[in-house]
């Protein structure tokens, strides 16, 4: 629900005890392939989408203008390497936002996403968190590294569960929009399934849900971003490429690097914000690590940077789309 506060000492102290003790960053994941067969595998009890209600991120003493960040991430195929990635580079996440002070009170929700058509495992959620309970949630995600094989995975499940299933203060209080990233490589199936839906998530819905209705209604809550990564099967893809900009125009991001998706994520958020321009995130990158993936991002974003600066006009004129937050976008 986002209490607490991140502590960097904390998760290096729970890093330095796991290497004592041999334990992965991942031990759920990892104890439930080697202790159970395939038909036995399910999700952490914290990350079960099923008959959650809503995941809630709410304003409090300690955070009174909180924030809500969703980061959602495929595990199947070659994408199961991107959890492990996100927890080592948490801190440098958190720094960015906080220090920097990019966003006042951010709250993340981490979630992972398979195939509802072949996997045992295709969705799970966590809750929003502003302390190190956010790294335990990641650490609970199971990697089932499954999916069809198809190019297309469940994201629709996903983008479904956070536009019905959330409820952000930032919002409903202030008429903020939260922050949605969705990490994969595939195609989206068109078509939000009632079957799949009551399956995994328990709702019972009178009929299937086109999966641009479902991105149109998840828009008026969140600023939704898909990132795809290269050293993914489906990397450059012109096919995946194009659907995810049909259906979120700008808000699509090709990232060179892995390792550089902590840092993309906090840069856009920056830009997002208008707390930075891109030269000067990248100069905190530059600023927080010698080894920061600079190139990888400038470029990731310079597209991205580029057209906020160029389509933000006065509202009111004609041929053009009305944003959720009151900006009027080309």
Known sequence: MGSGSWSTDVYAAAASYRRRTGRSAFHYSDSVRHSSQRGDWKAHPDLDPHSVGTRESRDSDEHPTSL????????????????RTLQTKLPELLGLLIRKGYV????????AIGDA??????LQIGQFESDNRMDDHLGNIFIEGGGGGQKTESYELALYFMARHTSIDCYDKRGKRGYLFVIGDELPYRRVKRREIASVIGDD??????????????????????????????AGDTEVLAAWRGLLRQNVIEL?????????????IGLAEDAI???????????????????????????????????VVSDGLPGLDDDPKGITRL
């Open 256 to 268: 060179d690097d892995l390792d550089a998706v902590c840092e993309t994520i906090a840069l856009t």
């Open 277 to 311: 321009d891109l030269d000067e995130g990248l100069e905190h990158l530059r600023e927080t690590d010698t080894d920061a993936p600079v190139g990888a991002v400038g470029k990731a974003l310079a597209a991205y940077a580029h057209d906020r600066a160029a389509v």
């Open 117 to 122: 058509t072949c996997d045992r495992v295709p």
């Open 104 to 111: 006042d009170g951010p709250q993340i929700l981490f979630g």
């Open 68 to 83: 809500a960040i969703g980061v959602l991430f495929d595990v199947t195929g070659s994408m199961g390497q991107v959890p």
């Open 205 to 234: 819905l009178g009929e299937d849900i086109p999966v641009e209705r479902i991105v149109a209604e998840l828009q008026r809550m969140y600023e939704v971003y898909y990132i795809l990564p290269q050293g993914a099967s489906y």
